[in-house]
Each structure stands twice: as structure tokens, then as C-alpha cells.
């Protein structure tokens, strides 16, 4: 089955510092990627829709300067969070549709989860 | 403004035993739905997914029915075992482009003793 990998699946940074975090599709061609936020015990909320070649999309909310997303080729996608302060703490996951099986019909693959802490 | 809500939050049964879970949404103007399982500290699994034009999907012990008019989905669990304790999460799909993104419930939380 279409597998998206995230990576790390752990860091911790100092507060100031930038952090990056990559998804990629193994085995599939993605255009769209979806990133997504997860403070323990609540459930995912969507941050930003990444789109190959071209910007983001950011939801309400979501500070488009302080998490950067590029999407520069069809199996990755980076999301960077810049200036990272103790509140950025959580769990970021990403997901992928393999367009490929199913086209727009077909189900959201989700990675393995980063879970940063701002110390 | 789609909002999903799970019932219940958390739920504890005895191995072997049959269990619903509950997912409704407030807009029945949905792509489809999916049933998601998640293990502490880990990514999502994808369980199910039911187009919105379907009534419902099976994967072994797992069926998920899905009434849009009404917006409510539910998850079956037959023979529940140690192993399926997790939270599911069940999300619906609003838009039908490849952008369309998906609105989550906030999940219930299973254990199974055994």
C-alpha cells in the first residue's frame, strides 16, 4: 500500500531555533500533501494544504512566516517551524493521497508523526 | 462550518466482546469518510473509507456504515481483542477537489482487557 514517511519522528530544539521536518511518498506521486497539528489528547487539526510547484495553502489561523512549507518536487514536502517557541510544541503529521489508486476517490495516507519539543 | 463529534470519548470492554463507535457531523455535504486508527504517539492508519454515495465498508472485524442525510457514521468492532485498543478517529472529506481536505473528530479511545 502507498506509504508516506516523516521525518524525525522526535526532536527537540531550544526555543529561537528552526526546525524542519520532511514527508515523503515512497511509492507514489503526491501534489498535494496536508499538514497537520496534534496537541495530546485533542485531535488533528489541519494547518496548511502543501501543493507541488506552487504556495501553500494556510488554514485560519496558521502563521504562514512562522511554518514554512515547500513542496518542490511530486514525493516531498518540508515543513519548517521557524523561531520555535515552548507553545509549538506538538505532534505534526503529514498525509498524502495517492492520486494514483482511486485518483480523488482514494483514501489519505498518513506519516508516523514528528513530535517536537521546544525546550 | 463542518464539526464531526465522536461519542464516546473513551470506552473500556472485555476481550471478545462486539462494540459501536459513534461519529456524526453537522454537514451532510461530504466526499466521503474515513475511519482512522491511532496508537499513542504514532501516525494515523487508515481503517475505512465510505464515498459519500456508499452505505457501508467492511475490512475483516471492522464495518462501518454511513447515514450522510442524517450525518452519522458508526464503526463495528465484532470479537474485540487486546490488540485493537487505540483511538479511532473518524474524519469526513469536505470538497471534492485533490485539495479537499478532512475535518476530524476529536477520537475515542479504546482498551480492550483481556
Known amino acids: 500500500g502507498a506509504v508516506v514517511s516523516q521525518h524525525p519522528s522526535w526532536v527537540i530544539c531550544k526555543s529561537g531555533t528552526s526546525v524542519k521536518i520532511e514527508c515523503r511518498s515512497l511509492d507514489f506521486q503526491a501534489t498535494t500533501m496536508f499538514w497537520y497539528r496534534q496537541f495530546p489528547k485533542q485531535s488533528l487539526m489541519l494547518m496548511a494544504t502543501?501543493?507541488?510547484?506552487?504556495?501553500?495553502?494556510?488554514e485560519q489561523g496558521v502563521e504562514k512566516d512562522k511554518f514554512l512549507i515547500n513542496h518542490a518536487s511530486l514525493t516531498l514536502s518540508t515543513l519548517t517551524v521557524t523561531s520555535a517557541h515552548p507553545e509549538d510544541s506538538s505532534f505534526y503529521i503529514c498525509s498524502a493521497r495517492d492520486r494514483g489508486r482511486g485518483g480523488y476517490n482514494s483514501p489519505l495516507h498518513f506519516g508516523n508523526g514528528t513530535r517536537l519539543t521546544v525546550t | 462550518k463542518q464539526e464531526v463529534t465522536q461519542i464516546p470519548a473513551a470506552l473500556s470492554v472485555p476481550e471478545g466482546e462486539n462494540l459501536v463507535l459513534n461519529c456524526s457531523f453537522t454537514d451532510s455535504a461530504i466526499y466521503n469518510l474515513q475511519w482512522f486508527r491511532q496508537d499513542p504517539g504514532k501516525g494515523l492508519t487508515s481503517l475505512l473509507l465510505i464515498q459519500s454515495s456508499q452505505r457501508e465498508q467492511t475490512s475483516g472485524r471492522l464495518n462501518a456504515s454511513l447515514d450522510k442525510s442524517s450525518g452519522r457514521s458508526t464503526l463495528y468492532i465484532a470479537a474485540s481483542q487486546p490488540g485493537d485498543s487505540a483511538t479511532y478517529l473518524c474524519a469526513v472529506r469536505v470538497g471534492s477537489s485533490n485539495t479537499g481536505k478532512l475535518i476530524f473528530g476529536q477520537g475515542t479511545t479504546l482498551q480492550v482487557k483481556p
Open positions: 502543501s501543493n507541488e510547484g506552487s504556495k501553500a495553502t494556510y
